[in-house]
Every structure is written in C-alpha cells, then in structure tokens.
C-alpha cells in the first residue's frame, strides 16, 4: 500500500500498542526494501508510555477527573448529614494509575479522598478501615478507583471476563463493586460513577498545558522525519517544576514499545490510598490554564474529519 501510493512517511499517535505498530512497521519496511519513515507520537490518557515525562491528552482528563469529583464530592458533602457519605468515581487506567492519582487532587480542596492504584494490591479489610475513620471524621468521604484495581492474585475487581481487540481482559465495574463493599462492611449509602468516555472525550475543560503539548509533539513528530529520523517517538521532557518549564526532545521506539509507565512508588503515599506532595508537584502544572473551544448555539463547535479514500491503485484481493 505504501509503495502504491508513495507514501514515505508514516505517522502513527497513540499509547504503547500504537507505538509497537509502529515499530514494526518501520522494521517491515527494511524487509520490504521500500523506505518508510515511521514516527510515533504519544497520545495516550493513560500516560504510561516511558522516557517522555507526560503523554498528551493526560492532562486533560487528570483536570477532567479532579474537577468532576471535586464537584461531586461538594454535593455528597451538602448531603452527608441526613442521606450520602460516600461517592466512588470510576477511572481508567488498567495497570497505571496515573489517572486515578489525579483524583487525589481534591485532597487540597478539602474533600477527604480514598484513591485505589492499579500498582498496590487491594486489601479490603484496610481499604474499609480507611473509608470508616474518613467518614467518622468528616461525616463523607470520595473514593477514586482505577478500573485495573487488582487483588492479590491478580484478578481485577471489574474484570467482566471478555477481550478486547489487543486481547487485554475487558474492564468496567469496579466502582460498584467498591461501594458495595462500604454498603456491606459500613452501610452508608453511596453513589457511583464510571467516567468511561467522558474523561477523555471532554474537550470543552482541555488543560491549555496538554493541548499546547499536543501541538508541539505533533509539529515535533515532522521535523523528525524530515530530518531523516526513523523508529522514534518525540517526547516531552521536563526542565523544571516551578515554573513549570519543558522542551522536546526524542526516544527510539525499541525501548518504548511495549513498555509501560507506571507510578512511581515515592508518588503514592505509604499506606497506598493517596498522593504525595511529589506527585502532586508532578501533577499540577499537567493541569493549568483552559483551553475552551468555540461554541455556537450553546454547543461546542468541533473539526470532524472528511475521511476520503484515495483512489484505489491495487487491485482487489481475497482473504483465503
């Protein structure tokens, strides 16, 4: 296809299987004979791709999510004395918690705030410990769970038991599975909540920081190729915190396909259901400025791709 159409440069966004395509399409085009250039660019919520210091479109939800339950944890708190104590926030991120740990945020509003990491194994005995003393203590408490919270042997607690295209087990259910549990254990009544596609899909509160990110890698992910550059991925690395300063800079793609990012340990704190100051530093300027898009008639007004087939220039074939 690619000798076809004379394409020579191939550009690919995504997460960690988005970047293992892409390297292997760099390799199969040296066994091909026919020269590809292919440059990955990091787009990916779940902000586990290594070397880059944050991945576009995290920072993003991270704002999404810490406002959402900032929100929602001030209506549970104007209710907690006659009727709710507890709201559990459902996340994605299926082996990091990056997302999840942006939850934790609401701590510095003053919303007491339990978060459950895809990197610390759940203990439900001293997960319901903790929720009970928040919620003696402040009358409510939030729980933020990321959808790949696990036991300890390995078993997710939303795994629903099917694959996904990758073949990675399909997850979604955590959270009423937690408020559950604190209905059992505690019986206060709860509500839940699943973000789901509303975290990264919420263009209308971007983070001025990620969209900006999002522009530079992309305009990054050219020149590269340009240059003459094959099999990298643009990354942002990070110069300082305060002011939070960054510049570009590149990673070869052999050291980050299928390669995840997870939590750094000194980012969760030492009884695993909340974020340090450090996370918190790593956190915040992801977060900065909004980014509003235009509106008309009240609604958001959004680019939609044509999506045009170029003409076809092979000629038709079966799958046998």
């Given amino acids: ?15 960690g299987d ?44 991270a704002k999404y999510v810490a406002v959402s339950a900032l929100e929602a944890s001030f209506d549970v708190r104007s209710m907690a004395r006659t009727s709710t104590k507890v709201f559990v926030l459902e996340v994605m991120g299926r082996h990091a918690g990056w997302i999840a740990a942006a939850g934790g945020l609401i701590e510095d509003e003053g919303i007491p705030v339990v978060v459950l990491f895809p990197e610390i194994v759940f203990d439900q005995v001293k997960f319901i410990a903790r929720v009970d003393a ?41 959270a009423p599975v937690v408020a559950g549990m604190v209905k059992q254990a505690l019986g206060h009544k709860f509500h839940w909540a699943v973000a789901d596609y509303l975290q990264r899909a919420a263009r209308h509160i971007a983070s001025a920081t990620d969209v900006r990110q999002a522009y530079e890698v992309g305009a990054a992910a050219v020149k590269l190729a340009l240059k003459g550059h094959n099999a990298v991925m643009p990354t942002i690395e990070r110069t300082s915190d305060t002011p939070y300063r960054w510049r570009i800079g590149m990673a ?30 790593y956190l915040r300027p992801l977060i900065q400025g909004e980014d509003y898009p235009r509106y008309r008639n009240g609604m958001p007004v959004f680019a939609t791709l044509k999506n045009v087939a170029v003409p076809r ?5 079966e799958l046998s």
Avoid: W
């Fill in 1 to 15: 296809m690619f000798r076809a159409h004379g394409i020579g440069y191939f550009f690919y966004n995504g997460g």
């Fill in 18 to 61: 988005s970047a293992d395509t892409c390297f292997k399409v760099s390799q199969l085009s040296q066994v091909m004979g026919y020269p590809i250039q292919a440059i990955h660019v990091p787009k990916t919520v779940d902000n586990d791709l290594p070397i880059t210091d944050c991945c576009p479109g995290f920072g993003s939800v």
């Fill in 134 to 174: 928040l919620v003696k203590k402040h009358g409510f408490c939030t729980v933020i769970v990321s959808e790949g919270c696990h036991h300890a042997n390995g078993a997710f607690l939303a795994e629903q038991g099917s694959k996904d295209a990758f073949g990675h087990a399909q997850l979604g259910g955590a």
């Fill in 252 to 281: 070869p793609l052999s050291e980050v396909a299928n390669v995840e990012k997870f939590m750094p340990r000194k980012f969760i704190t030492a009884d695993g259901f909340g974020i340090t100051p450090a996370c918190k530093r």
């Fill in 313 to 317: 220039k092979l000629a038709a074939f």
